[in-house]
């Protein structure tokens, strides 16, 4: 009995260690399912707590989205929705290793539309 004790116990600390390097932030509850799905899959590699490069951090963290005061995230929206309409993001460097991150003509127009009425909703609300 003692051992299977201590077996469960090893397995549950494994499993939070593990849980604590996961790449993926906890942001389902944040987004709508399928922009968390294209964020996810475009963006969040470089643009969450845990990712390498700061620069990316300091644009946007989408693992602190809700820690943003509302004017930052409507500024933040606002970037969002340029630069991928723009195709700067993800940028080509970032894509020539992950091609499958490259944003759709549908996605960009799904993003585009987000973040436009999200920060809509956000200015009525401020």
Same mark, same amino acid.
């Given at each position: &009995?003692?051992?299977?004790?201590?077996?469960?116990?090893?397995?549950?600390?494994?499993?939070?260690? *593990?849980? @604590?390097?996961?790449?993926?932030?906890?942001?389902?509850? *944040?987004?709508?399912?399928?922009? /968390?799905?294209?964020?996810?899959? @475009?963006?969040?590699?470089?643009?969450? /707590?845990?990712? @390498?490069? #700061?620069?990316?951090?300091?644009? *946007?963290?989408?693992?602190?989205?809700?820690?943003?005061?509302?004017?930052?995230?409507?500024?933040?929206? @606002? #970037?969002? =929705?340029? *630069?991928?309409?723009?195709?700067? &993001?993800?940028? =080509?460097?970032?894509?020539?290793?992950?091609?499958?991150?490259?944003?759709?003509?549908?996605?960009?127009?799904?993003?585009?539309?987000?973040?436009?009425?999200?920060?809509?909703?956000?200015?009525? =609300?401020?």
């Amino acid at each position: &009995m003692k051992k299977q004790l201590v077996l469960f116990l090893a397995i549950g600390i494994l499993f939070l260690f *593990v849980q @604590s390097f996961s790449p993926e932030p906890p942001i389902e509850d *944040v987004f709508p399912e399928e922009i /968390t799905s294209i964020l996810k899959t @475009s963006c969040y590699e470089c643009h969450f /707590t845990g990712a @390498s490069s #700061d620069k990316a951090l300091k644009a *946007v963290n989408f693992d602190n989205w809700d820690e943003y005061r509302t004017t930052k995230q409507i500024g933040l929206l @606002s #970037d969002i =929705g340029k *630069v991928t309409e723009e195709r700067k &993001m993800p940028p =080509g460097k970032y894509l020539d290793n992950k091609p499958d991150a490259e944003l759709s003509d549908t996605q960009i127009k799904q993003l585009a539309e987000w973040t436009q009425q999200e920060a809509d909703k956000l200015m009525q =609300g401020n």
